[in-house]
C-alpha cells in the first residue's frame, strides 16, 4: 500500500534541504489561534452550571455546546492542502463566531451562542489536523516531533486558559444583569485577541518555506501534484491495518480526554459544592502537566525514534491515572484530586501529539493532514459517546460508575496498541535519500565526469 517511489533512487532531482527563520513564527502563530479555539471549546463546560443557570436550559444542553465541536468535525472533514488558505479560513472562523456570541447576553439568546459555538466548530475543522502538516512542510528531520508538540500546545494551553478563566471572570452570582455583564467581559476579551490573530495569519502566514526542510520533504515536493488524489489517499489508509489499530485506540484515548473535559466541572461540583474555581483549577492542573508530558515526548522521539515503545508506555500509564483519578475523586480531599489529575493529564494528554507523529510515520508518503484528520475524526465520534454515555451514567449511578466506563476503554486501547507494528515508513526515506546523496558523491568522486 502507498504511492509507489521511483526505483532509480538516483534519478530523484537533487533538492537544496535548507531551514527557514519563519518557521518558528508559523508554528507559534497556529499555535496562538488554536489556543482561542480551544478556549471557546471548553469556556462553557468550564462554568457549566452558571450557564444552566442564565440560559435556563439543562446541563445537557451546555454539554452540547462542547459536543458541537465534535459533531462538526465528522462529516466537514477537509483535506489539508493549501496551508495559507486553511490558516486563513480557521483564524477567520474563529473570529466571526467569537462576534456573534456577543448577541447572545440575554437569557432567552440561547440560540445565538449555540449559532456562535457551532461557527467555532466550523473553524476547529481547518485546525485540529494541522500540527503534523506544519511540522513536516517547515522543519527539519530533526526538529519534527517537537514542532508538532508546540503546535499541539497551543490547543491544549487553550483548553488550560478555558479551565481556568471563565470561573475567575464570570462568578456564580444571582443577579441576572450582573451575571450577563460579566459574560459579556469575556466574550469581549475572546472576540478582540481572535481578531487580533486573524490579522496576523493574513500577515506572517506562508504556504511553504522557499526550500524543502528535510529529503524526506523534497521527495514529495518532487511528486507532480496531479499524483494526488484525496480520495485514493483515504482509501489507501484504510488498507493501512497498523494505521487502523493505532486510529481507534488514538480514538479511544482522546474520546476518553474529551469527556473527561466536558463533564469535569458537573464531576467536580457533585462531590466539592461551590468550588467551581477549584474545578477549573483542577482542569487546568490536567492541561499543563500534559503539556509538560507532550513536550518530553516530542524530545524523546526526536532523540531516540522509539515510536511503538513510548506510545504504548503512554497509554498504559494513561490507564494507571484514569484508575487512580476514579477512586481518588470521592475521598472528601481536593488536593489528592490535583495530584491524581495531575499524573492522569501527564499521560493522557501527553499522548495527543504522539499519535499525530506515529500516524506521520506510518503513513509517509500520504499527506499528514489526512492521517491526522481521520485520527481526529475518530476522536470526535469516541468522544460524544463517552460524553454522552459518561454524563447518563454520572445522572443515574453517580461519577465513580462513569469514570469505570473511560477506564475499561481505556484498557481496550492499551491492549490494541501493543498489536500496532512499527513500520517507520518516513525514518527509512529519509535513511534511503541520505544513502543516496552519500553513494552519489561518492561516485562523483571516484569517477569525475569529463
Not at 106 to 135: D, E, Y
Not at 255 to 269: D, E, H, K, P, Q
Not at 279 to 302: E, H, K, N, P, Y
Amino acid at each position: 500500500s502507498g504511492i509507489q517511489h521511483p526505483k532509480d533512487r538516483s534519478s530523484l532531482p537533487f533538492f537544496q534541504v535548507r531551514l527557514s527563520r519563519r518557521r518558528w513564527a508559523v508554528v507559534l502563530l497556529f499555535s496562538s489561534y488554536s489556543l482561542c479555539n480551544a478556549f471557546q471549546w471548553i469556556q462553557y463546560g468550564s462554568i457549566n452550571n452558571v450557564f444552566v443557570r442564565f440560559y435556563g436550559v439543562s446541563a445537557f444542553a451546555i454539554d452540547w455546546l462542547s459536543m458541537s465541536y465534535m459533531l462538526t468535525y465528522i462529516p466537514l472533514l477537509f483535506p489539508v492542502r493549501g496551508l495559507r488558505l486553511i490558516a486563513l479560513a480557521g483564524s477567520a472562523l474563529n473570529a466571526l463566531g467569537a462576534w456573534v456570541k456577543l448577541g447572545s447576553l440575554k437569557p432567552h439568546l440561547f440560540p445565538i451562542t449555540v449559532l456562535g459555538q457551532v461557527i467555532c466548530s466550523l473553524a476547529q475543522v481547518f485546525i485540529l489536523g494541522m500540527p503534523s502538516r506544519i511540522a513536516s512542510v517547515w522543519f527539519s528531520s530533526r526538529e519534527v516531533s517537537t514542532a508538532c508538540s508546540i503546535a499541539v500546545f497551543g490547543n491544549q494551553l487553550g483548553i488550560a486558559v478555558g479551565f481556568l478563566v471563565p470561573p475567575v471572570l464570570v462568578p456564580n452570582v444571582d443577579d441576572v444583569e450582573k451575571l450577563a455583564y460579566h459574560i459579556s467581559i469575556m466574550f469581549f476579551m475572546t472576540a478582540g485577541v481572535a481578531t487580533a490573530l486573524f490579522i496576523l495569519v493574513v500577515i506572517v502566514f506562508k504556504e511553504k518555506p522557499p526550500h524543502p526542510p528535510s529529503r524526506a520533504q523534497a521527495l514529495i515536493q518532487s511528486r507532480p501534484t496531479e499524483e494526488y488524489s484525496y480520495m485514493q489517499s483515504i482509501l489507501r489508509l484504510l488498507r493501512n491495518a497498523n494505521f487502523l489499530l493505532l486510529m481507534v485506540t488514538y480514538g479511544l484515548n482522546t474520546g476518553c480526554f474529551y469527556a473527561l473535559s466536558t463533564l469535569l466541572n458537573r464531576m467536580v461540583i457533585r462531590h466539592y459544592p461551590g468550588e467551581e474555581v477549584n474545578a477549573g483549577r483542577i482542569g487546568l492542573t490536567i492541561i499543563l502537566s500534559g503539556m509538560v508530558g507532550a513536550l518530553i515526548s516530542g524530545i524523546w522521539l526526536d532523540r531516540t525514534k522509539a515510536y511503538k515503545q513510548t506510545t504504548l508506555v503512554v497509554y498504559t500509564m494513561s490507564l494507571v491515572g484514569m484508575i487512580t483519578y476514579t477512586f481518588t475523586l470521592s475521598l472528601g480531599h481536593l488536593w489528592v484530586v490535583f495530584l491524581t489529575a495531575g499524573m492522569l493529564g501527564f499521560f493522557m494528554t501527553g499522548y495527543l501529539p504522539l499519535g499525530f507523529e506515529f500516524a506521520a510515520e506510518l503513513t509517509y508518503p500520504e499527506s499528514e493532514g489526512t492521517s491526522s484528520g481521520l485520527l481526529n475524526v475518530s476522536a470526535q465520534i469516541f468522544g460524544i459517546a463517552f460524553t454522552i454515555g459518561q454524563g447518563q451514567i454520572i445522572d443515574c449511578f453517580g461519577t465513580k460508575a462513569g469514570n469505570l466506563l473511560l477506564c475499561s476503554f481505556l484498557f481496550l486501547g492499551t491492549i490494541m496498541t501493543a498489536f500496532i507494528k512499527a513500520d517507520l515508513r518516513r525514518q527509512q526515506a529519509n535513511l534511503d535519500n541520505e544513502q543516496t546523496v552519500s553513494k552519489s558523491l561518492l561516485q562523483s568522486l571516484l569517477c569525475p565526469c569529463y
